[in-house]
């Protein structure tokens, strides 16, 4: 079992910034793909960045490119959503997951850990 806990959410205005963290406990962190995905209100969940093991894979949807960024501290157990140029759209409950694997995935049926979510809302 994988626990994840994430933390960082919160309301900002148009334009600031958040960096969301994701502290996972109960295995060895760095054998663990890590993920972030997004749920506003009335829509589905969808993929947001992702990260290898290493941390020297990415990838991040393309509504984000430029303004997102994934990173991870293996030693810290811990990934992190650097969130900048935020806007309306970004209002959402953010969820870190995690999967054993190589490279890195973007669906969510492909990740098998969850953690309970923290919210983003921006204020236009």
């Known amino acids: 079992q994988v626990q994840l806990v994430e933390s960082g959410g919160g309301l900002v205005q148009a334009g600031g910034s958040l960096r969301l963290s994701c502290a996972a406990s109960?295995?060895?962190?760095?054998?663990?793909?890590m993920g972030w995905f997004r749920q506003a209100p009335g829509k589905e969940r969808e993929f947001v960045a992702t990260?290898?093991?290493?941390?020297?894979?990415?990838h991040v949807t393309d509504s984000v490119k430029g303004r997102f960024t994934i990173s991870r501290d293996n030693a810290k157990n811990t990934v992190y959503l650097q969130m900048n140029s935020l806007n309306a759209e970004d209002t959402a409950v953010y969820y870190c997951?995690?999967?054993?694997?190589?490279?890195?995935?973007?669906?969510?049926?492909?990740?098998?850990?969850w953690g309970q979510g923290t919210q983003v809302t921006v204020s236009s």
């Open positions: 997951a995690a999967r054993w694997g190589s490279s890195y995935y973007t669906k969510i049926h492909e990740y098998t850990y």
């Open positions: 990260i290898s093991r290493s941390g020297s894979s990415t």
């Open positions: 109960g295995r060895t962190f760095s054998n663990y793909v």
